[in-house]
């Protein structure tokens, strides 16, 4: 019976034809490090050039588009992540990623800042045309290992974090002894639009115990236990790590992957109808690779207790009737939609039109002013709470 789950993996990942290899792009990247006049190129190769970052044993990445938003934004979420760096030792690796031509003012913007700050040791900006958030992962991942970091983090340029959230995440870790991931505890905002709040209404039921998992819009990762870099291939991130992680032998094979409940992020969830229709497409075929992809333990595993928990009747324990129907309902929906996304993969495999590449998606870019409101009255809250 395995060997046909086996063989059924085997062709479902032939519908996706995209390689492991990342197509570099034909302008360098390059790496800064800012003193207080100027900025000077650093190649990772050259020990020497990185004596400056000492006493640093974790990198905090912060991946951008630049031209995604109002540039000021931008410069804001920079500001957010070196404020999490000045607390522990850590650096932030400024990920933008751009055409050619906005290299000169993205480097003005970014000493305009660090000036205003007065704060040059804990920044290296990097520069490339590859816009992937995977591809800058990478990156910051070689750069760990070549200063002999224990820890690699990432977060969204759109998320509002509590003050010592990287800091907890790093503590978790080290008692840990830099095994595993650990992420932040997720507090979701709806947008103004209808799809926004009923995605987020949707997933709030939808959600149990083992679907908690570190996500990449705040996380960190042990450098000893990143194996493999990201491939080319996929794209979501937070998946990635979930599925190299899991470790069938233990009794839990989540044991390693930690949510920190000291760690607060706020971030918004869904956007337009367009933006969340493509967002969640792009989710579920991210799914279906991985399970085609990864050993079928993992992949079951995964199918049965995060993805489409609600559907088997152990999760109707100490649950009212209500929430179990509308659990099932939404879980069914969701599995119907894998369903449809699955045989539209397999059309255009045998139609000599396999699909080439997973879109981004990114979901239209939002002020983050209400969830800087939202994040002073949660931590007041928790304030008085003690």
């Not at 197509?23 to 490090?33: A, E, F, G, T, V």
């Not at 079928?296 to 088997?312: A, I, S, T, W």
Request: glycine share 4%; with cysteine; net charge positive.
């Amino acid at each position: 019976m395995m060997n046909i789950f086996e063989v059924m993996q085997k062709q479902i990942s032939k519908c996706y034809v995209k390689g492991n290899n990342w197509n570099y792009s034909k302008h360098k990247d390059i790496y800064l490090h800012f003193s207080d006049e100027c900025c000077y190129e650093v190649e990772l190769k050259e020990c020497a050039q990185l004596s400056y970052i000492k006493n640093v044993d974790s990198i905090i990445l912060l991946p951008t588009l630049w031209g995604r938003c109002d540039k000021s934004e931008i410069l804001e979420a920079i500001q957010r992540g070196i404020e999490q760096c000045i607390k522990f030792n850590s650096v932030l690796m400024v990920s933008i990623q751009s055409n050619y031509n906005h290299r000169e003012d993205i480097i003005d913007s970014v000493q305009k800042l660090l000036n205003e700050n007065e704060v040059y040791d804990k920044l290296i900006l990097f520069l490339t045309d590859v816009r992937s958030k995977a591809y800058s992962i990478n990156q910051t991942v070689l750069l760990a290992r070549r200063i002999n970091c224990s820890a690699v983090g990432w977060m969204d340029d759109d998320v509002i974090l509590s003050d010592d959230a990287f800091l907890h995440l790093y503590e978790d870790l080290r008692r840990r002894e830099f095994i595993g991931s650990s992420g932040a505890l997720k507090y979701p905002t709806p947008k103004k639009y209808p799809t926004s709040k009923f995605l987020n209404f949707a997933k709030n039921k939808m959600s149990t115990k083992k679907t908690k998992y570190p996500h990449g819009c705040c996380m960190m990762v042990g450098v000893s236990s990143i194996k493999n870099l990201i491939p080319a291939r996929y794209i979501c991130d937070d998946g990635f790590f979930f599925f190299e992680l899991l470790d069938m032998k233990l009794e839990n094979p989540q044991n390693n992957m930690r949510i920190v409940e000291e760690s607060i992020c706020q971030h918004y969830v869904g956007g337009n109808v367009k933006d969340t229709y493509f967002r969640i497409r792009r989710s579920i075929i991210s799914t279906v690779v991985y399970c085609a992809d990864y050993p079928l333990d993992k992949c079951l595993y995964y199918l049965k207790e995060v993805q489409f928990n609600g559907l088997f009747p152990a999760m109707f324990i100490n649950v009212s009737i209500k929430d179990n129907i509308i659990k099932s309902v939404f879980k069914f929906i969701f599995l119907i939609w894998h369903v449809v996304i699955l045989i539209e993969l397999f059309i255009r495999r045998f139609s000599g039109n396999p699909l080439r590449e997973i879109a981004w998606s990114a979901y239209s870019w939002e002020k983050t002013k209400s969830l800087k409101e939202k994040n002073l009255y949660l931590i007041n809250k928790i304030v008085l709470s003690n």
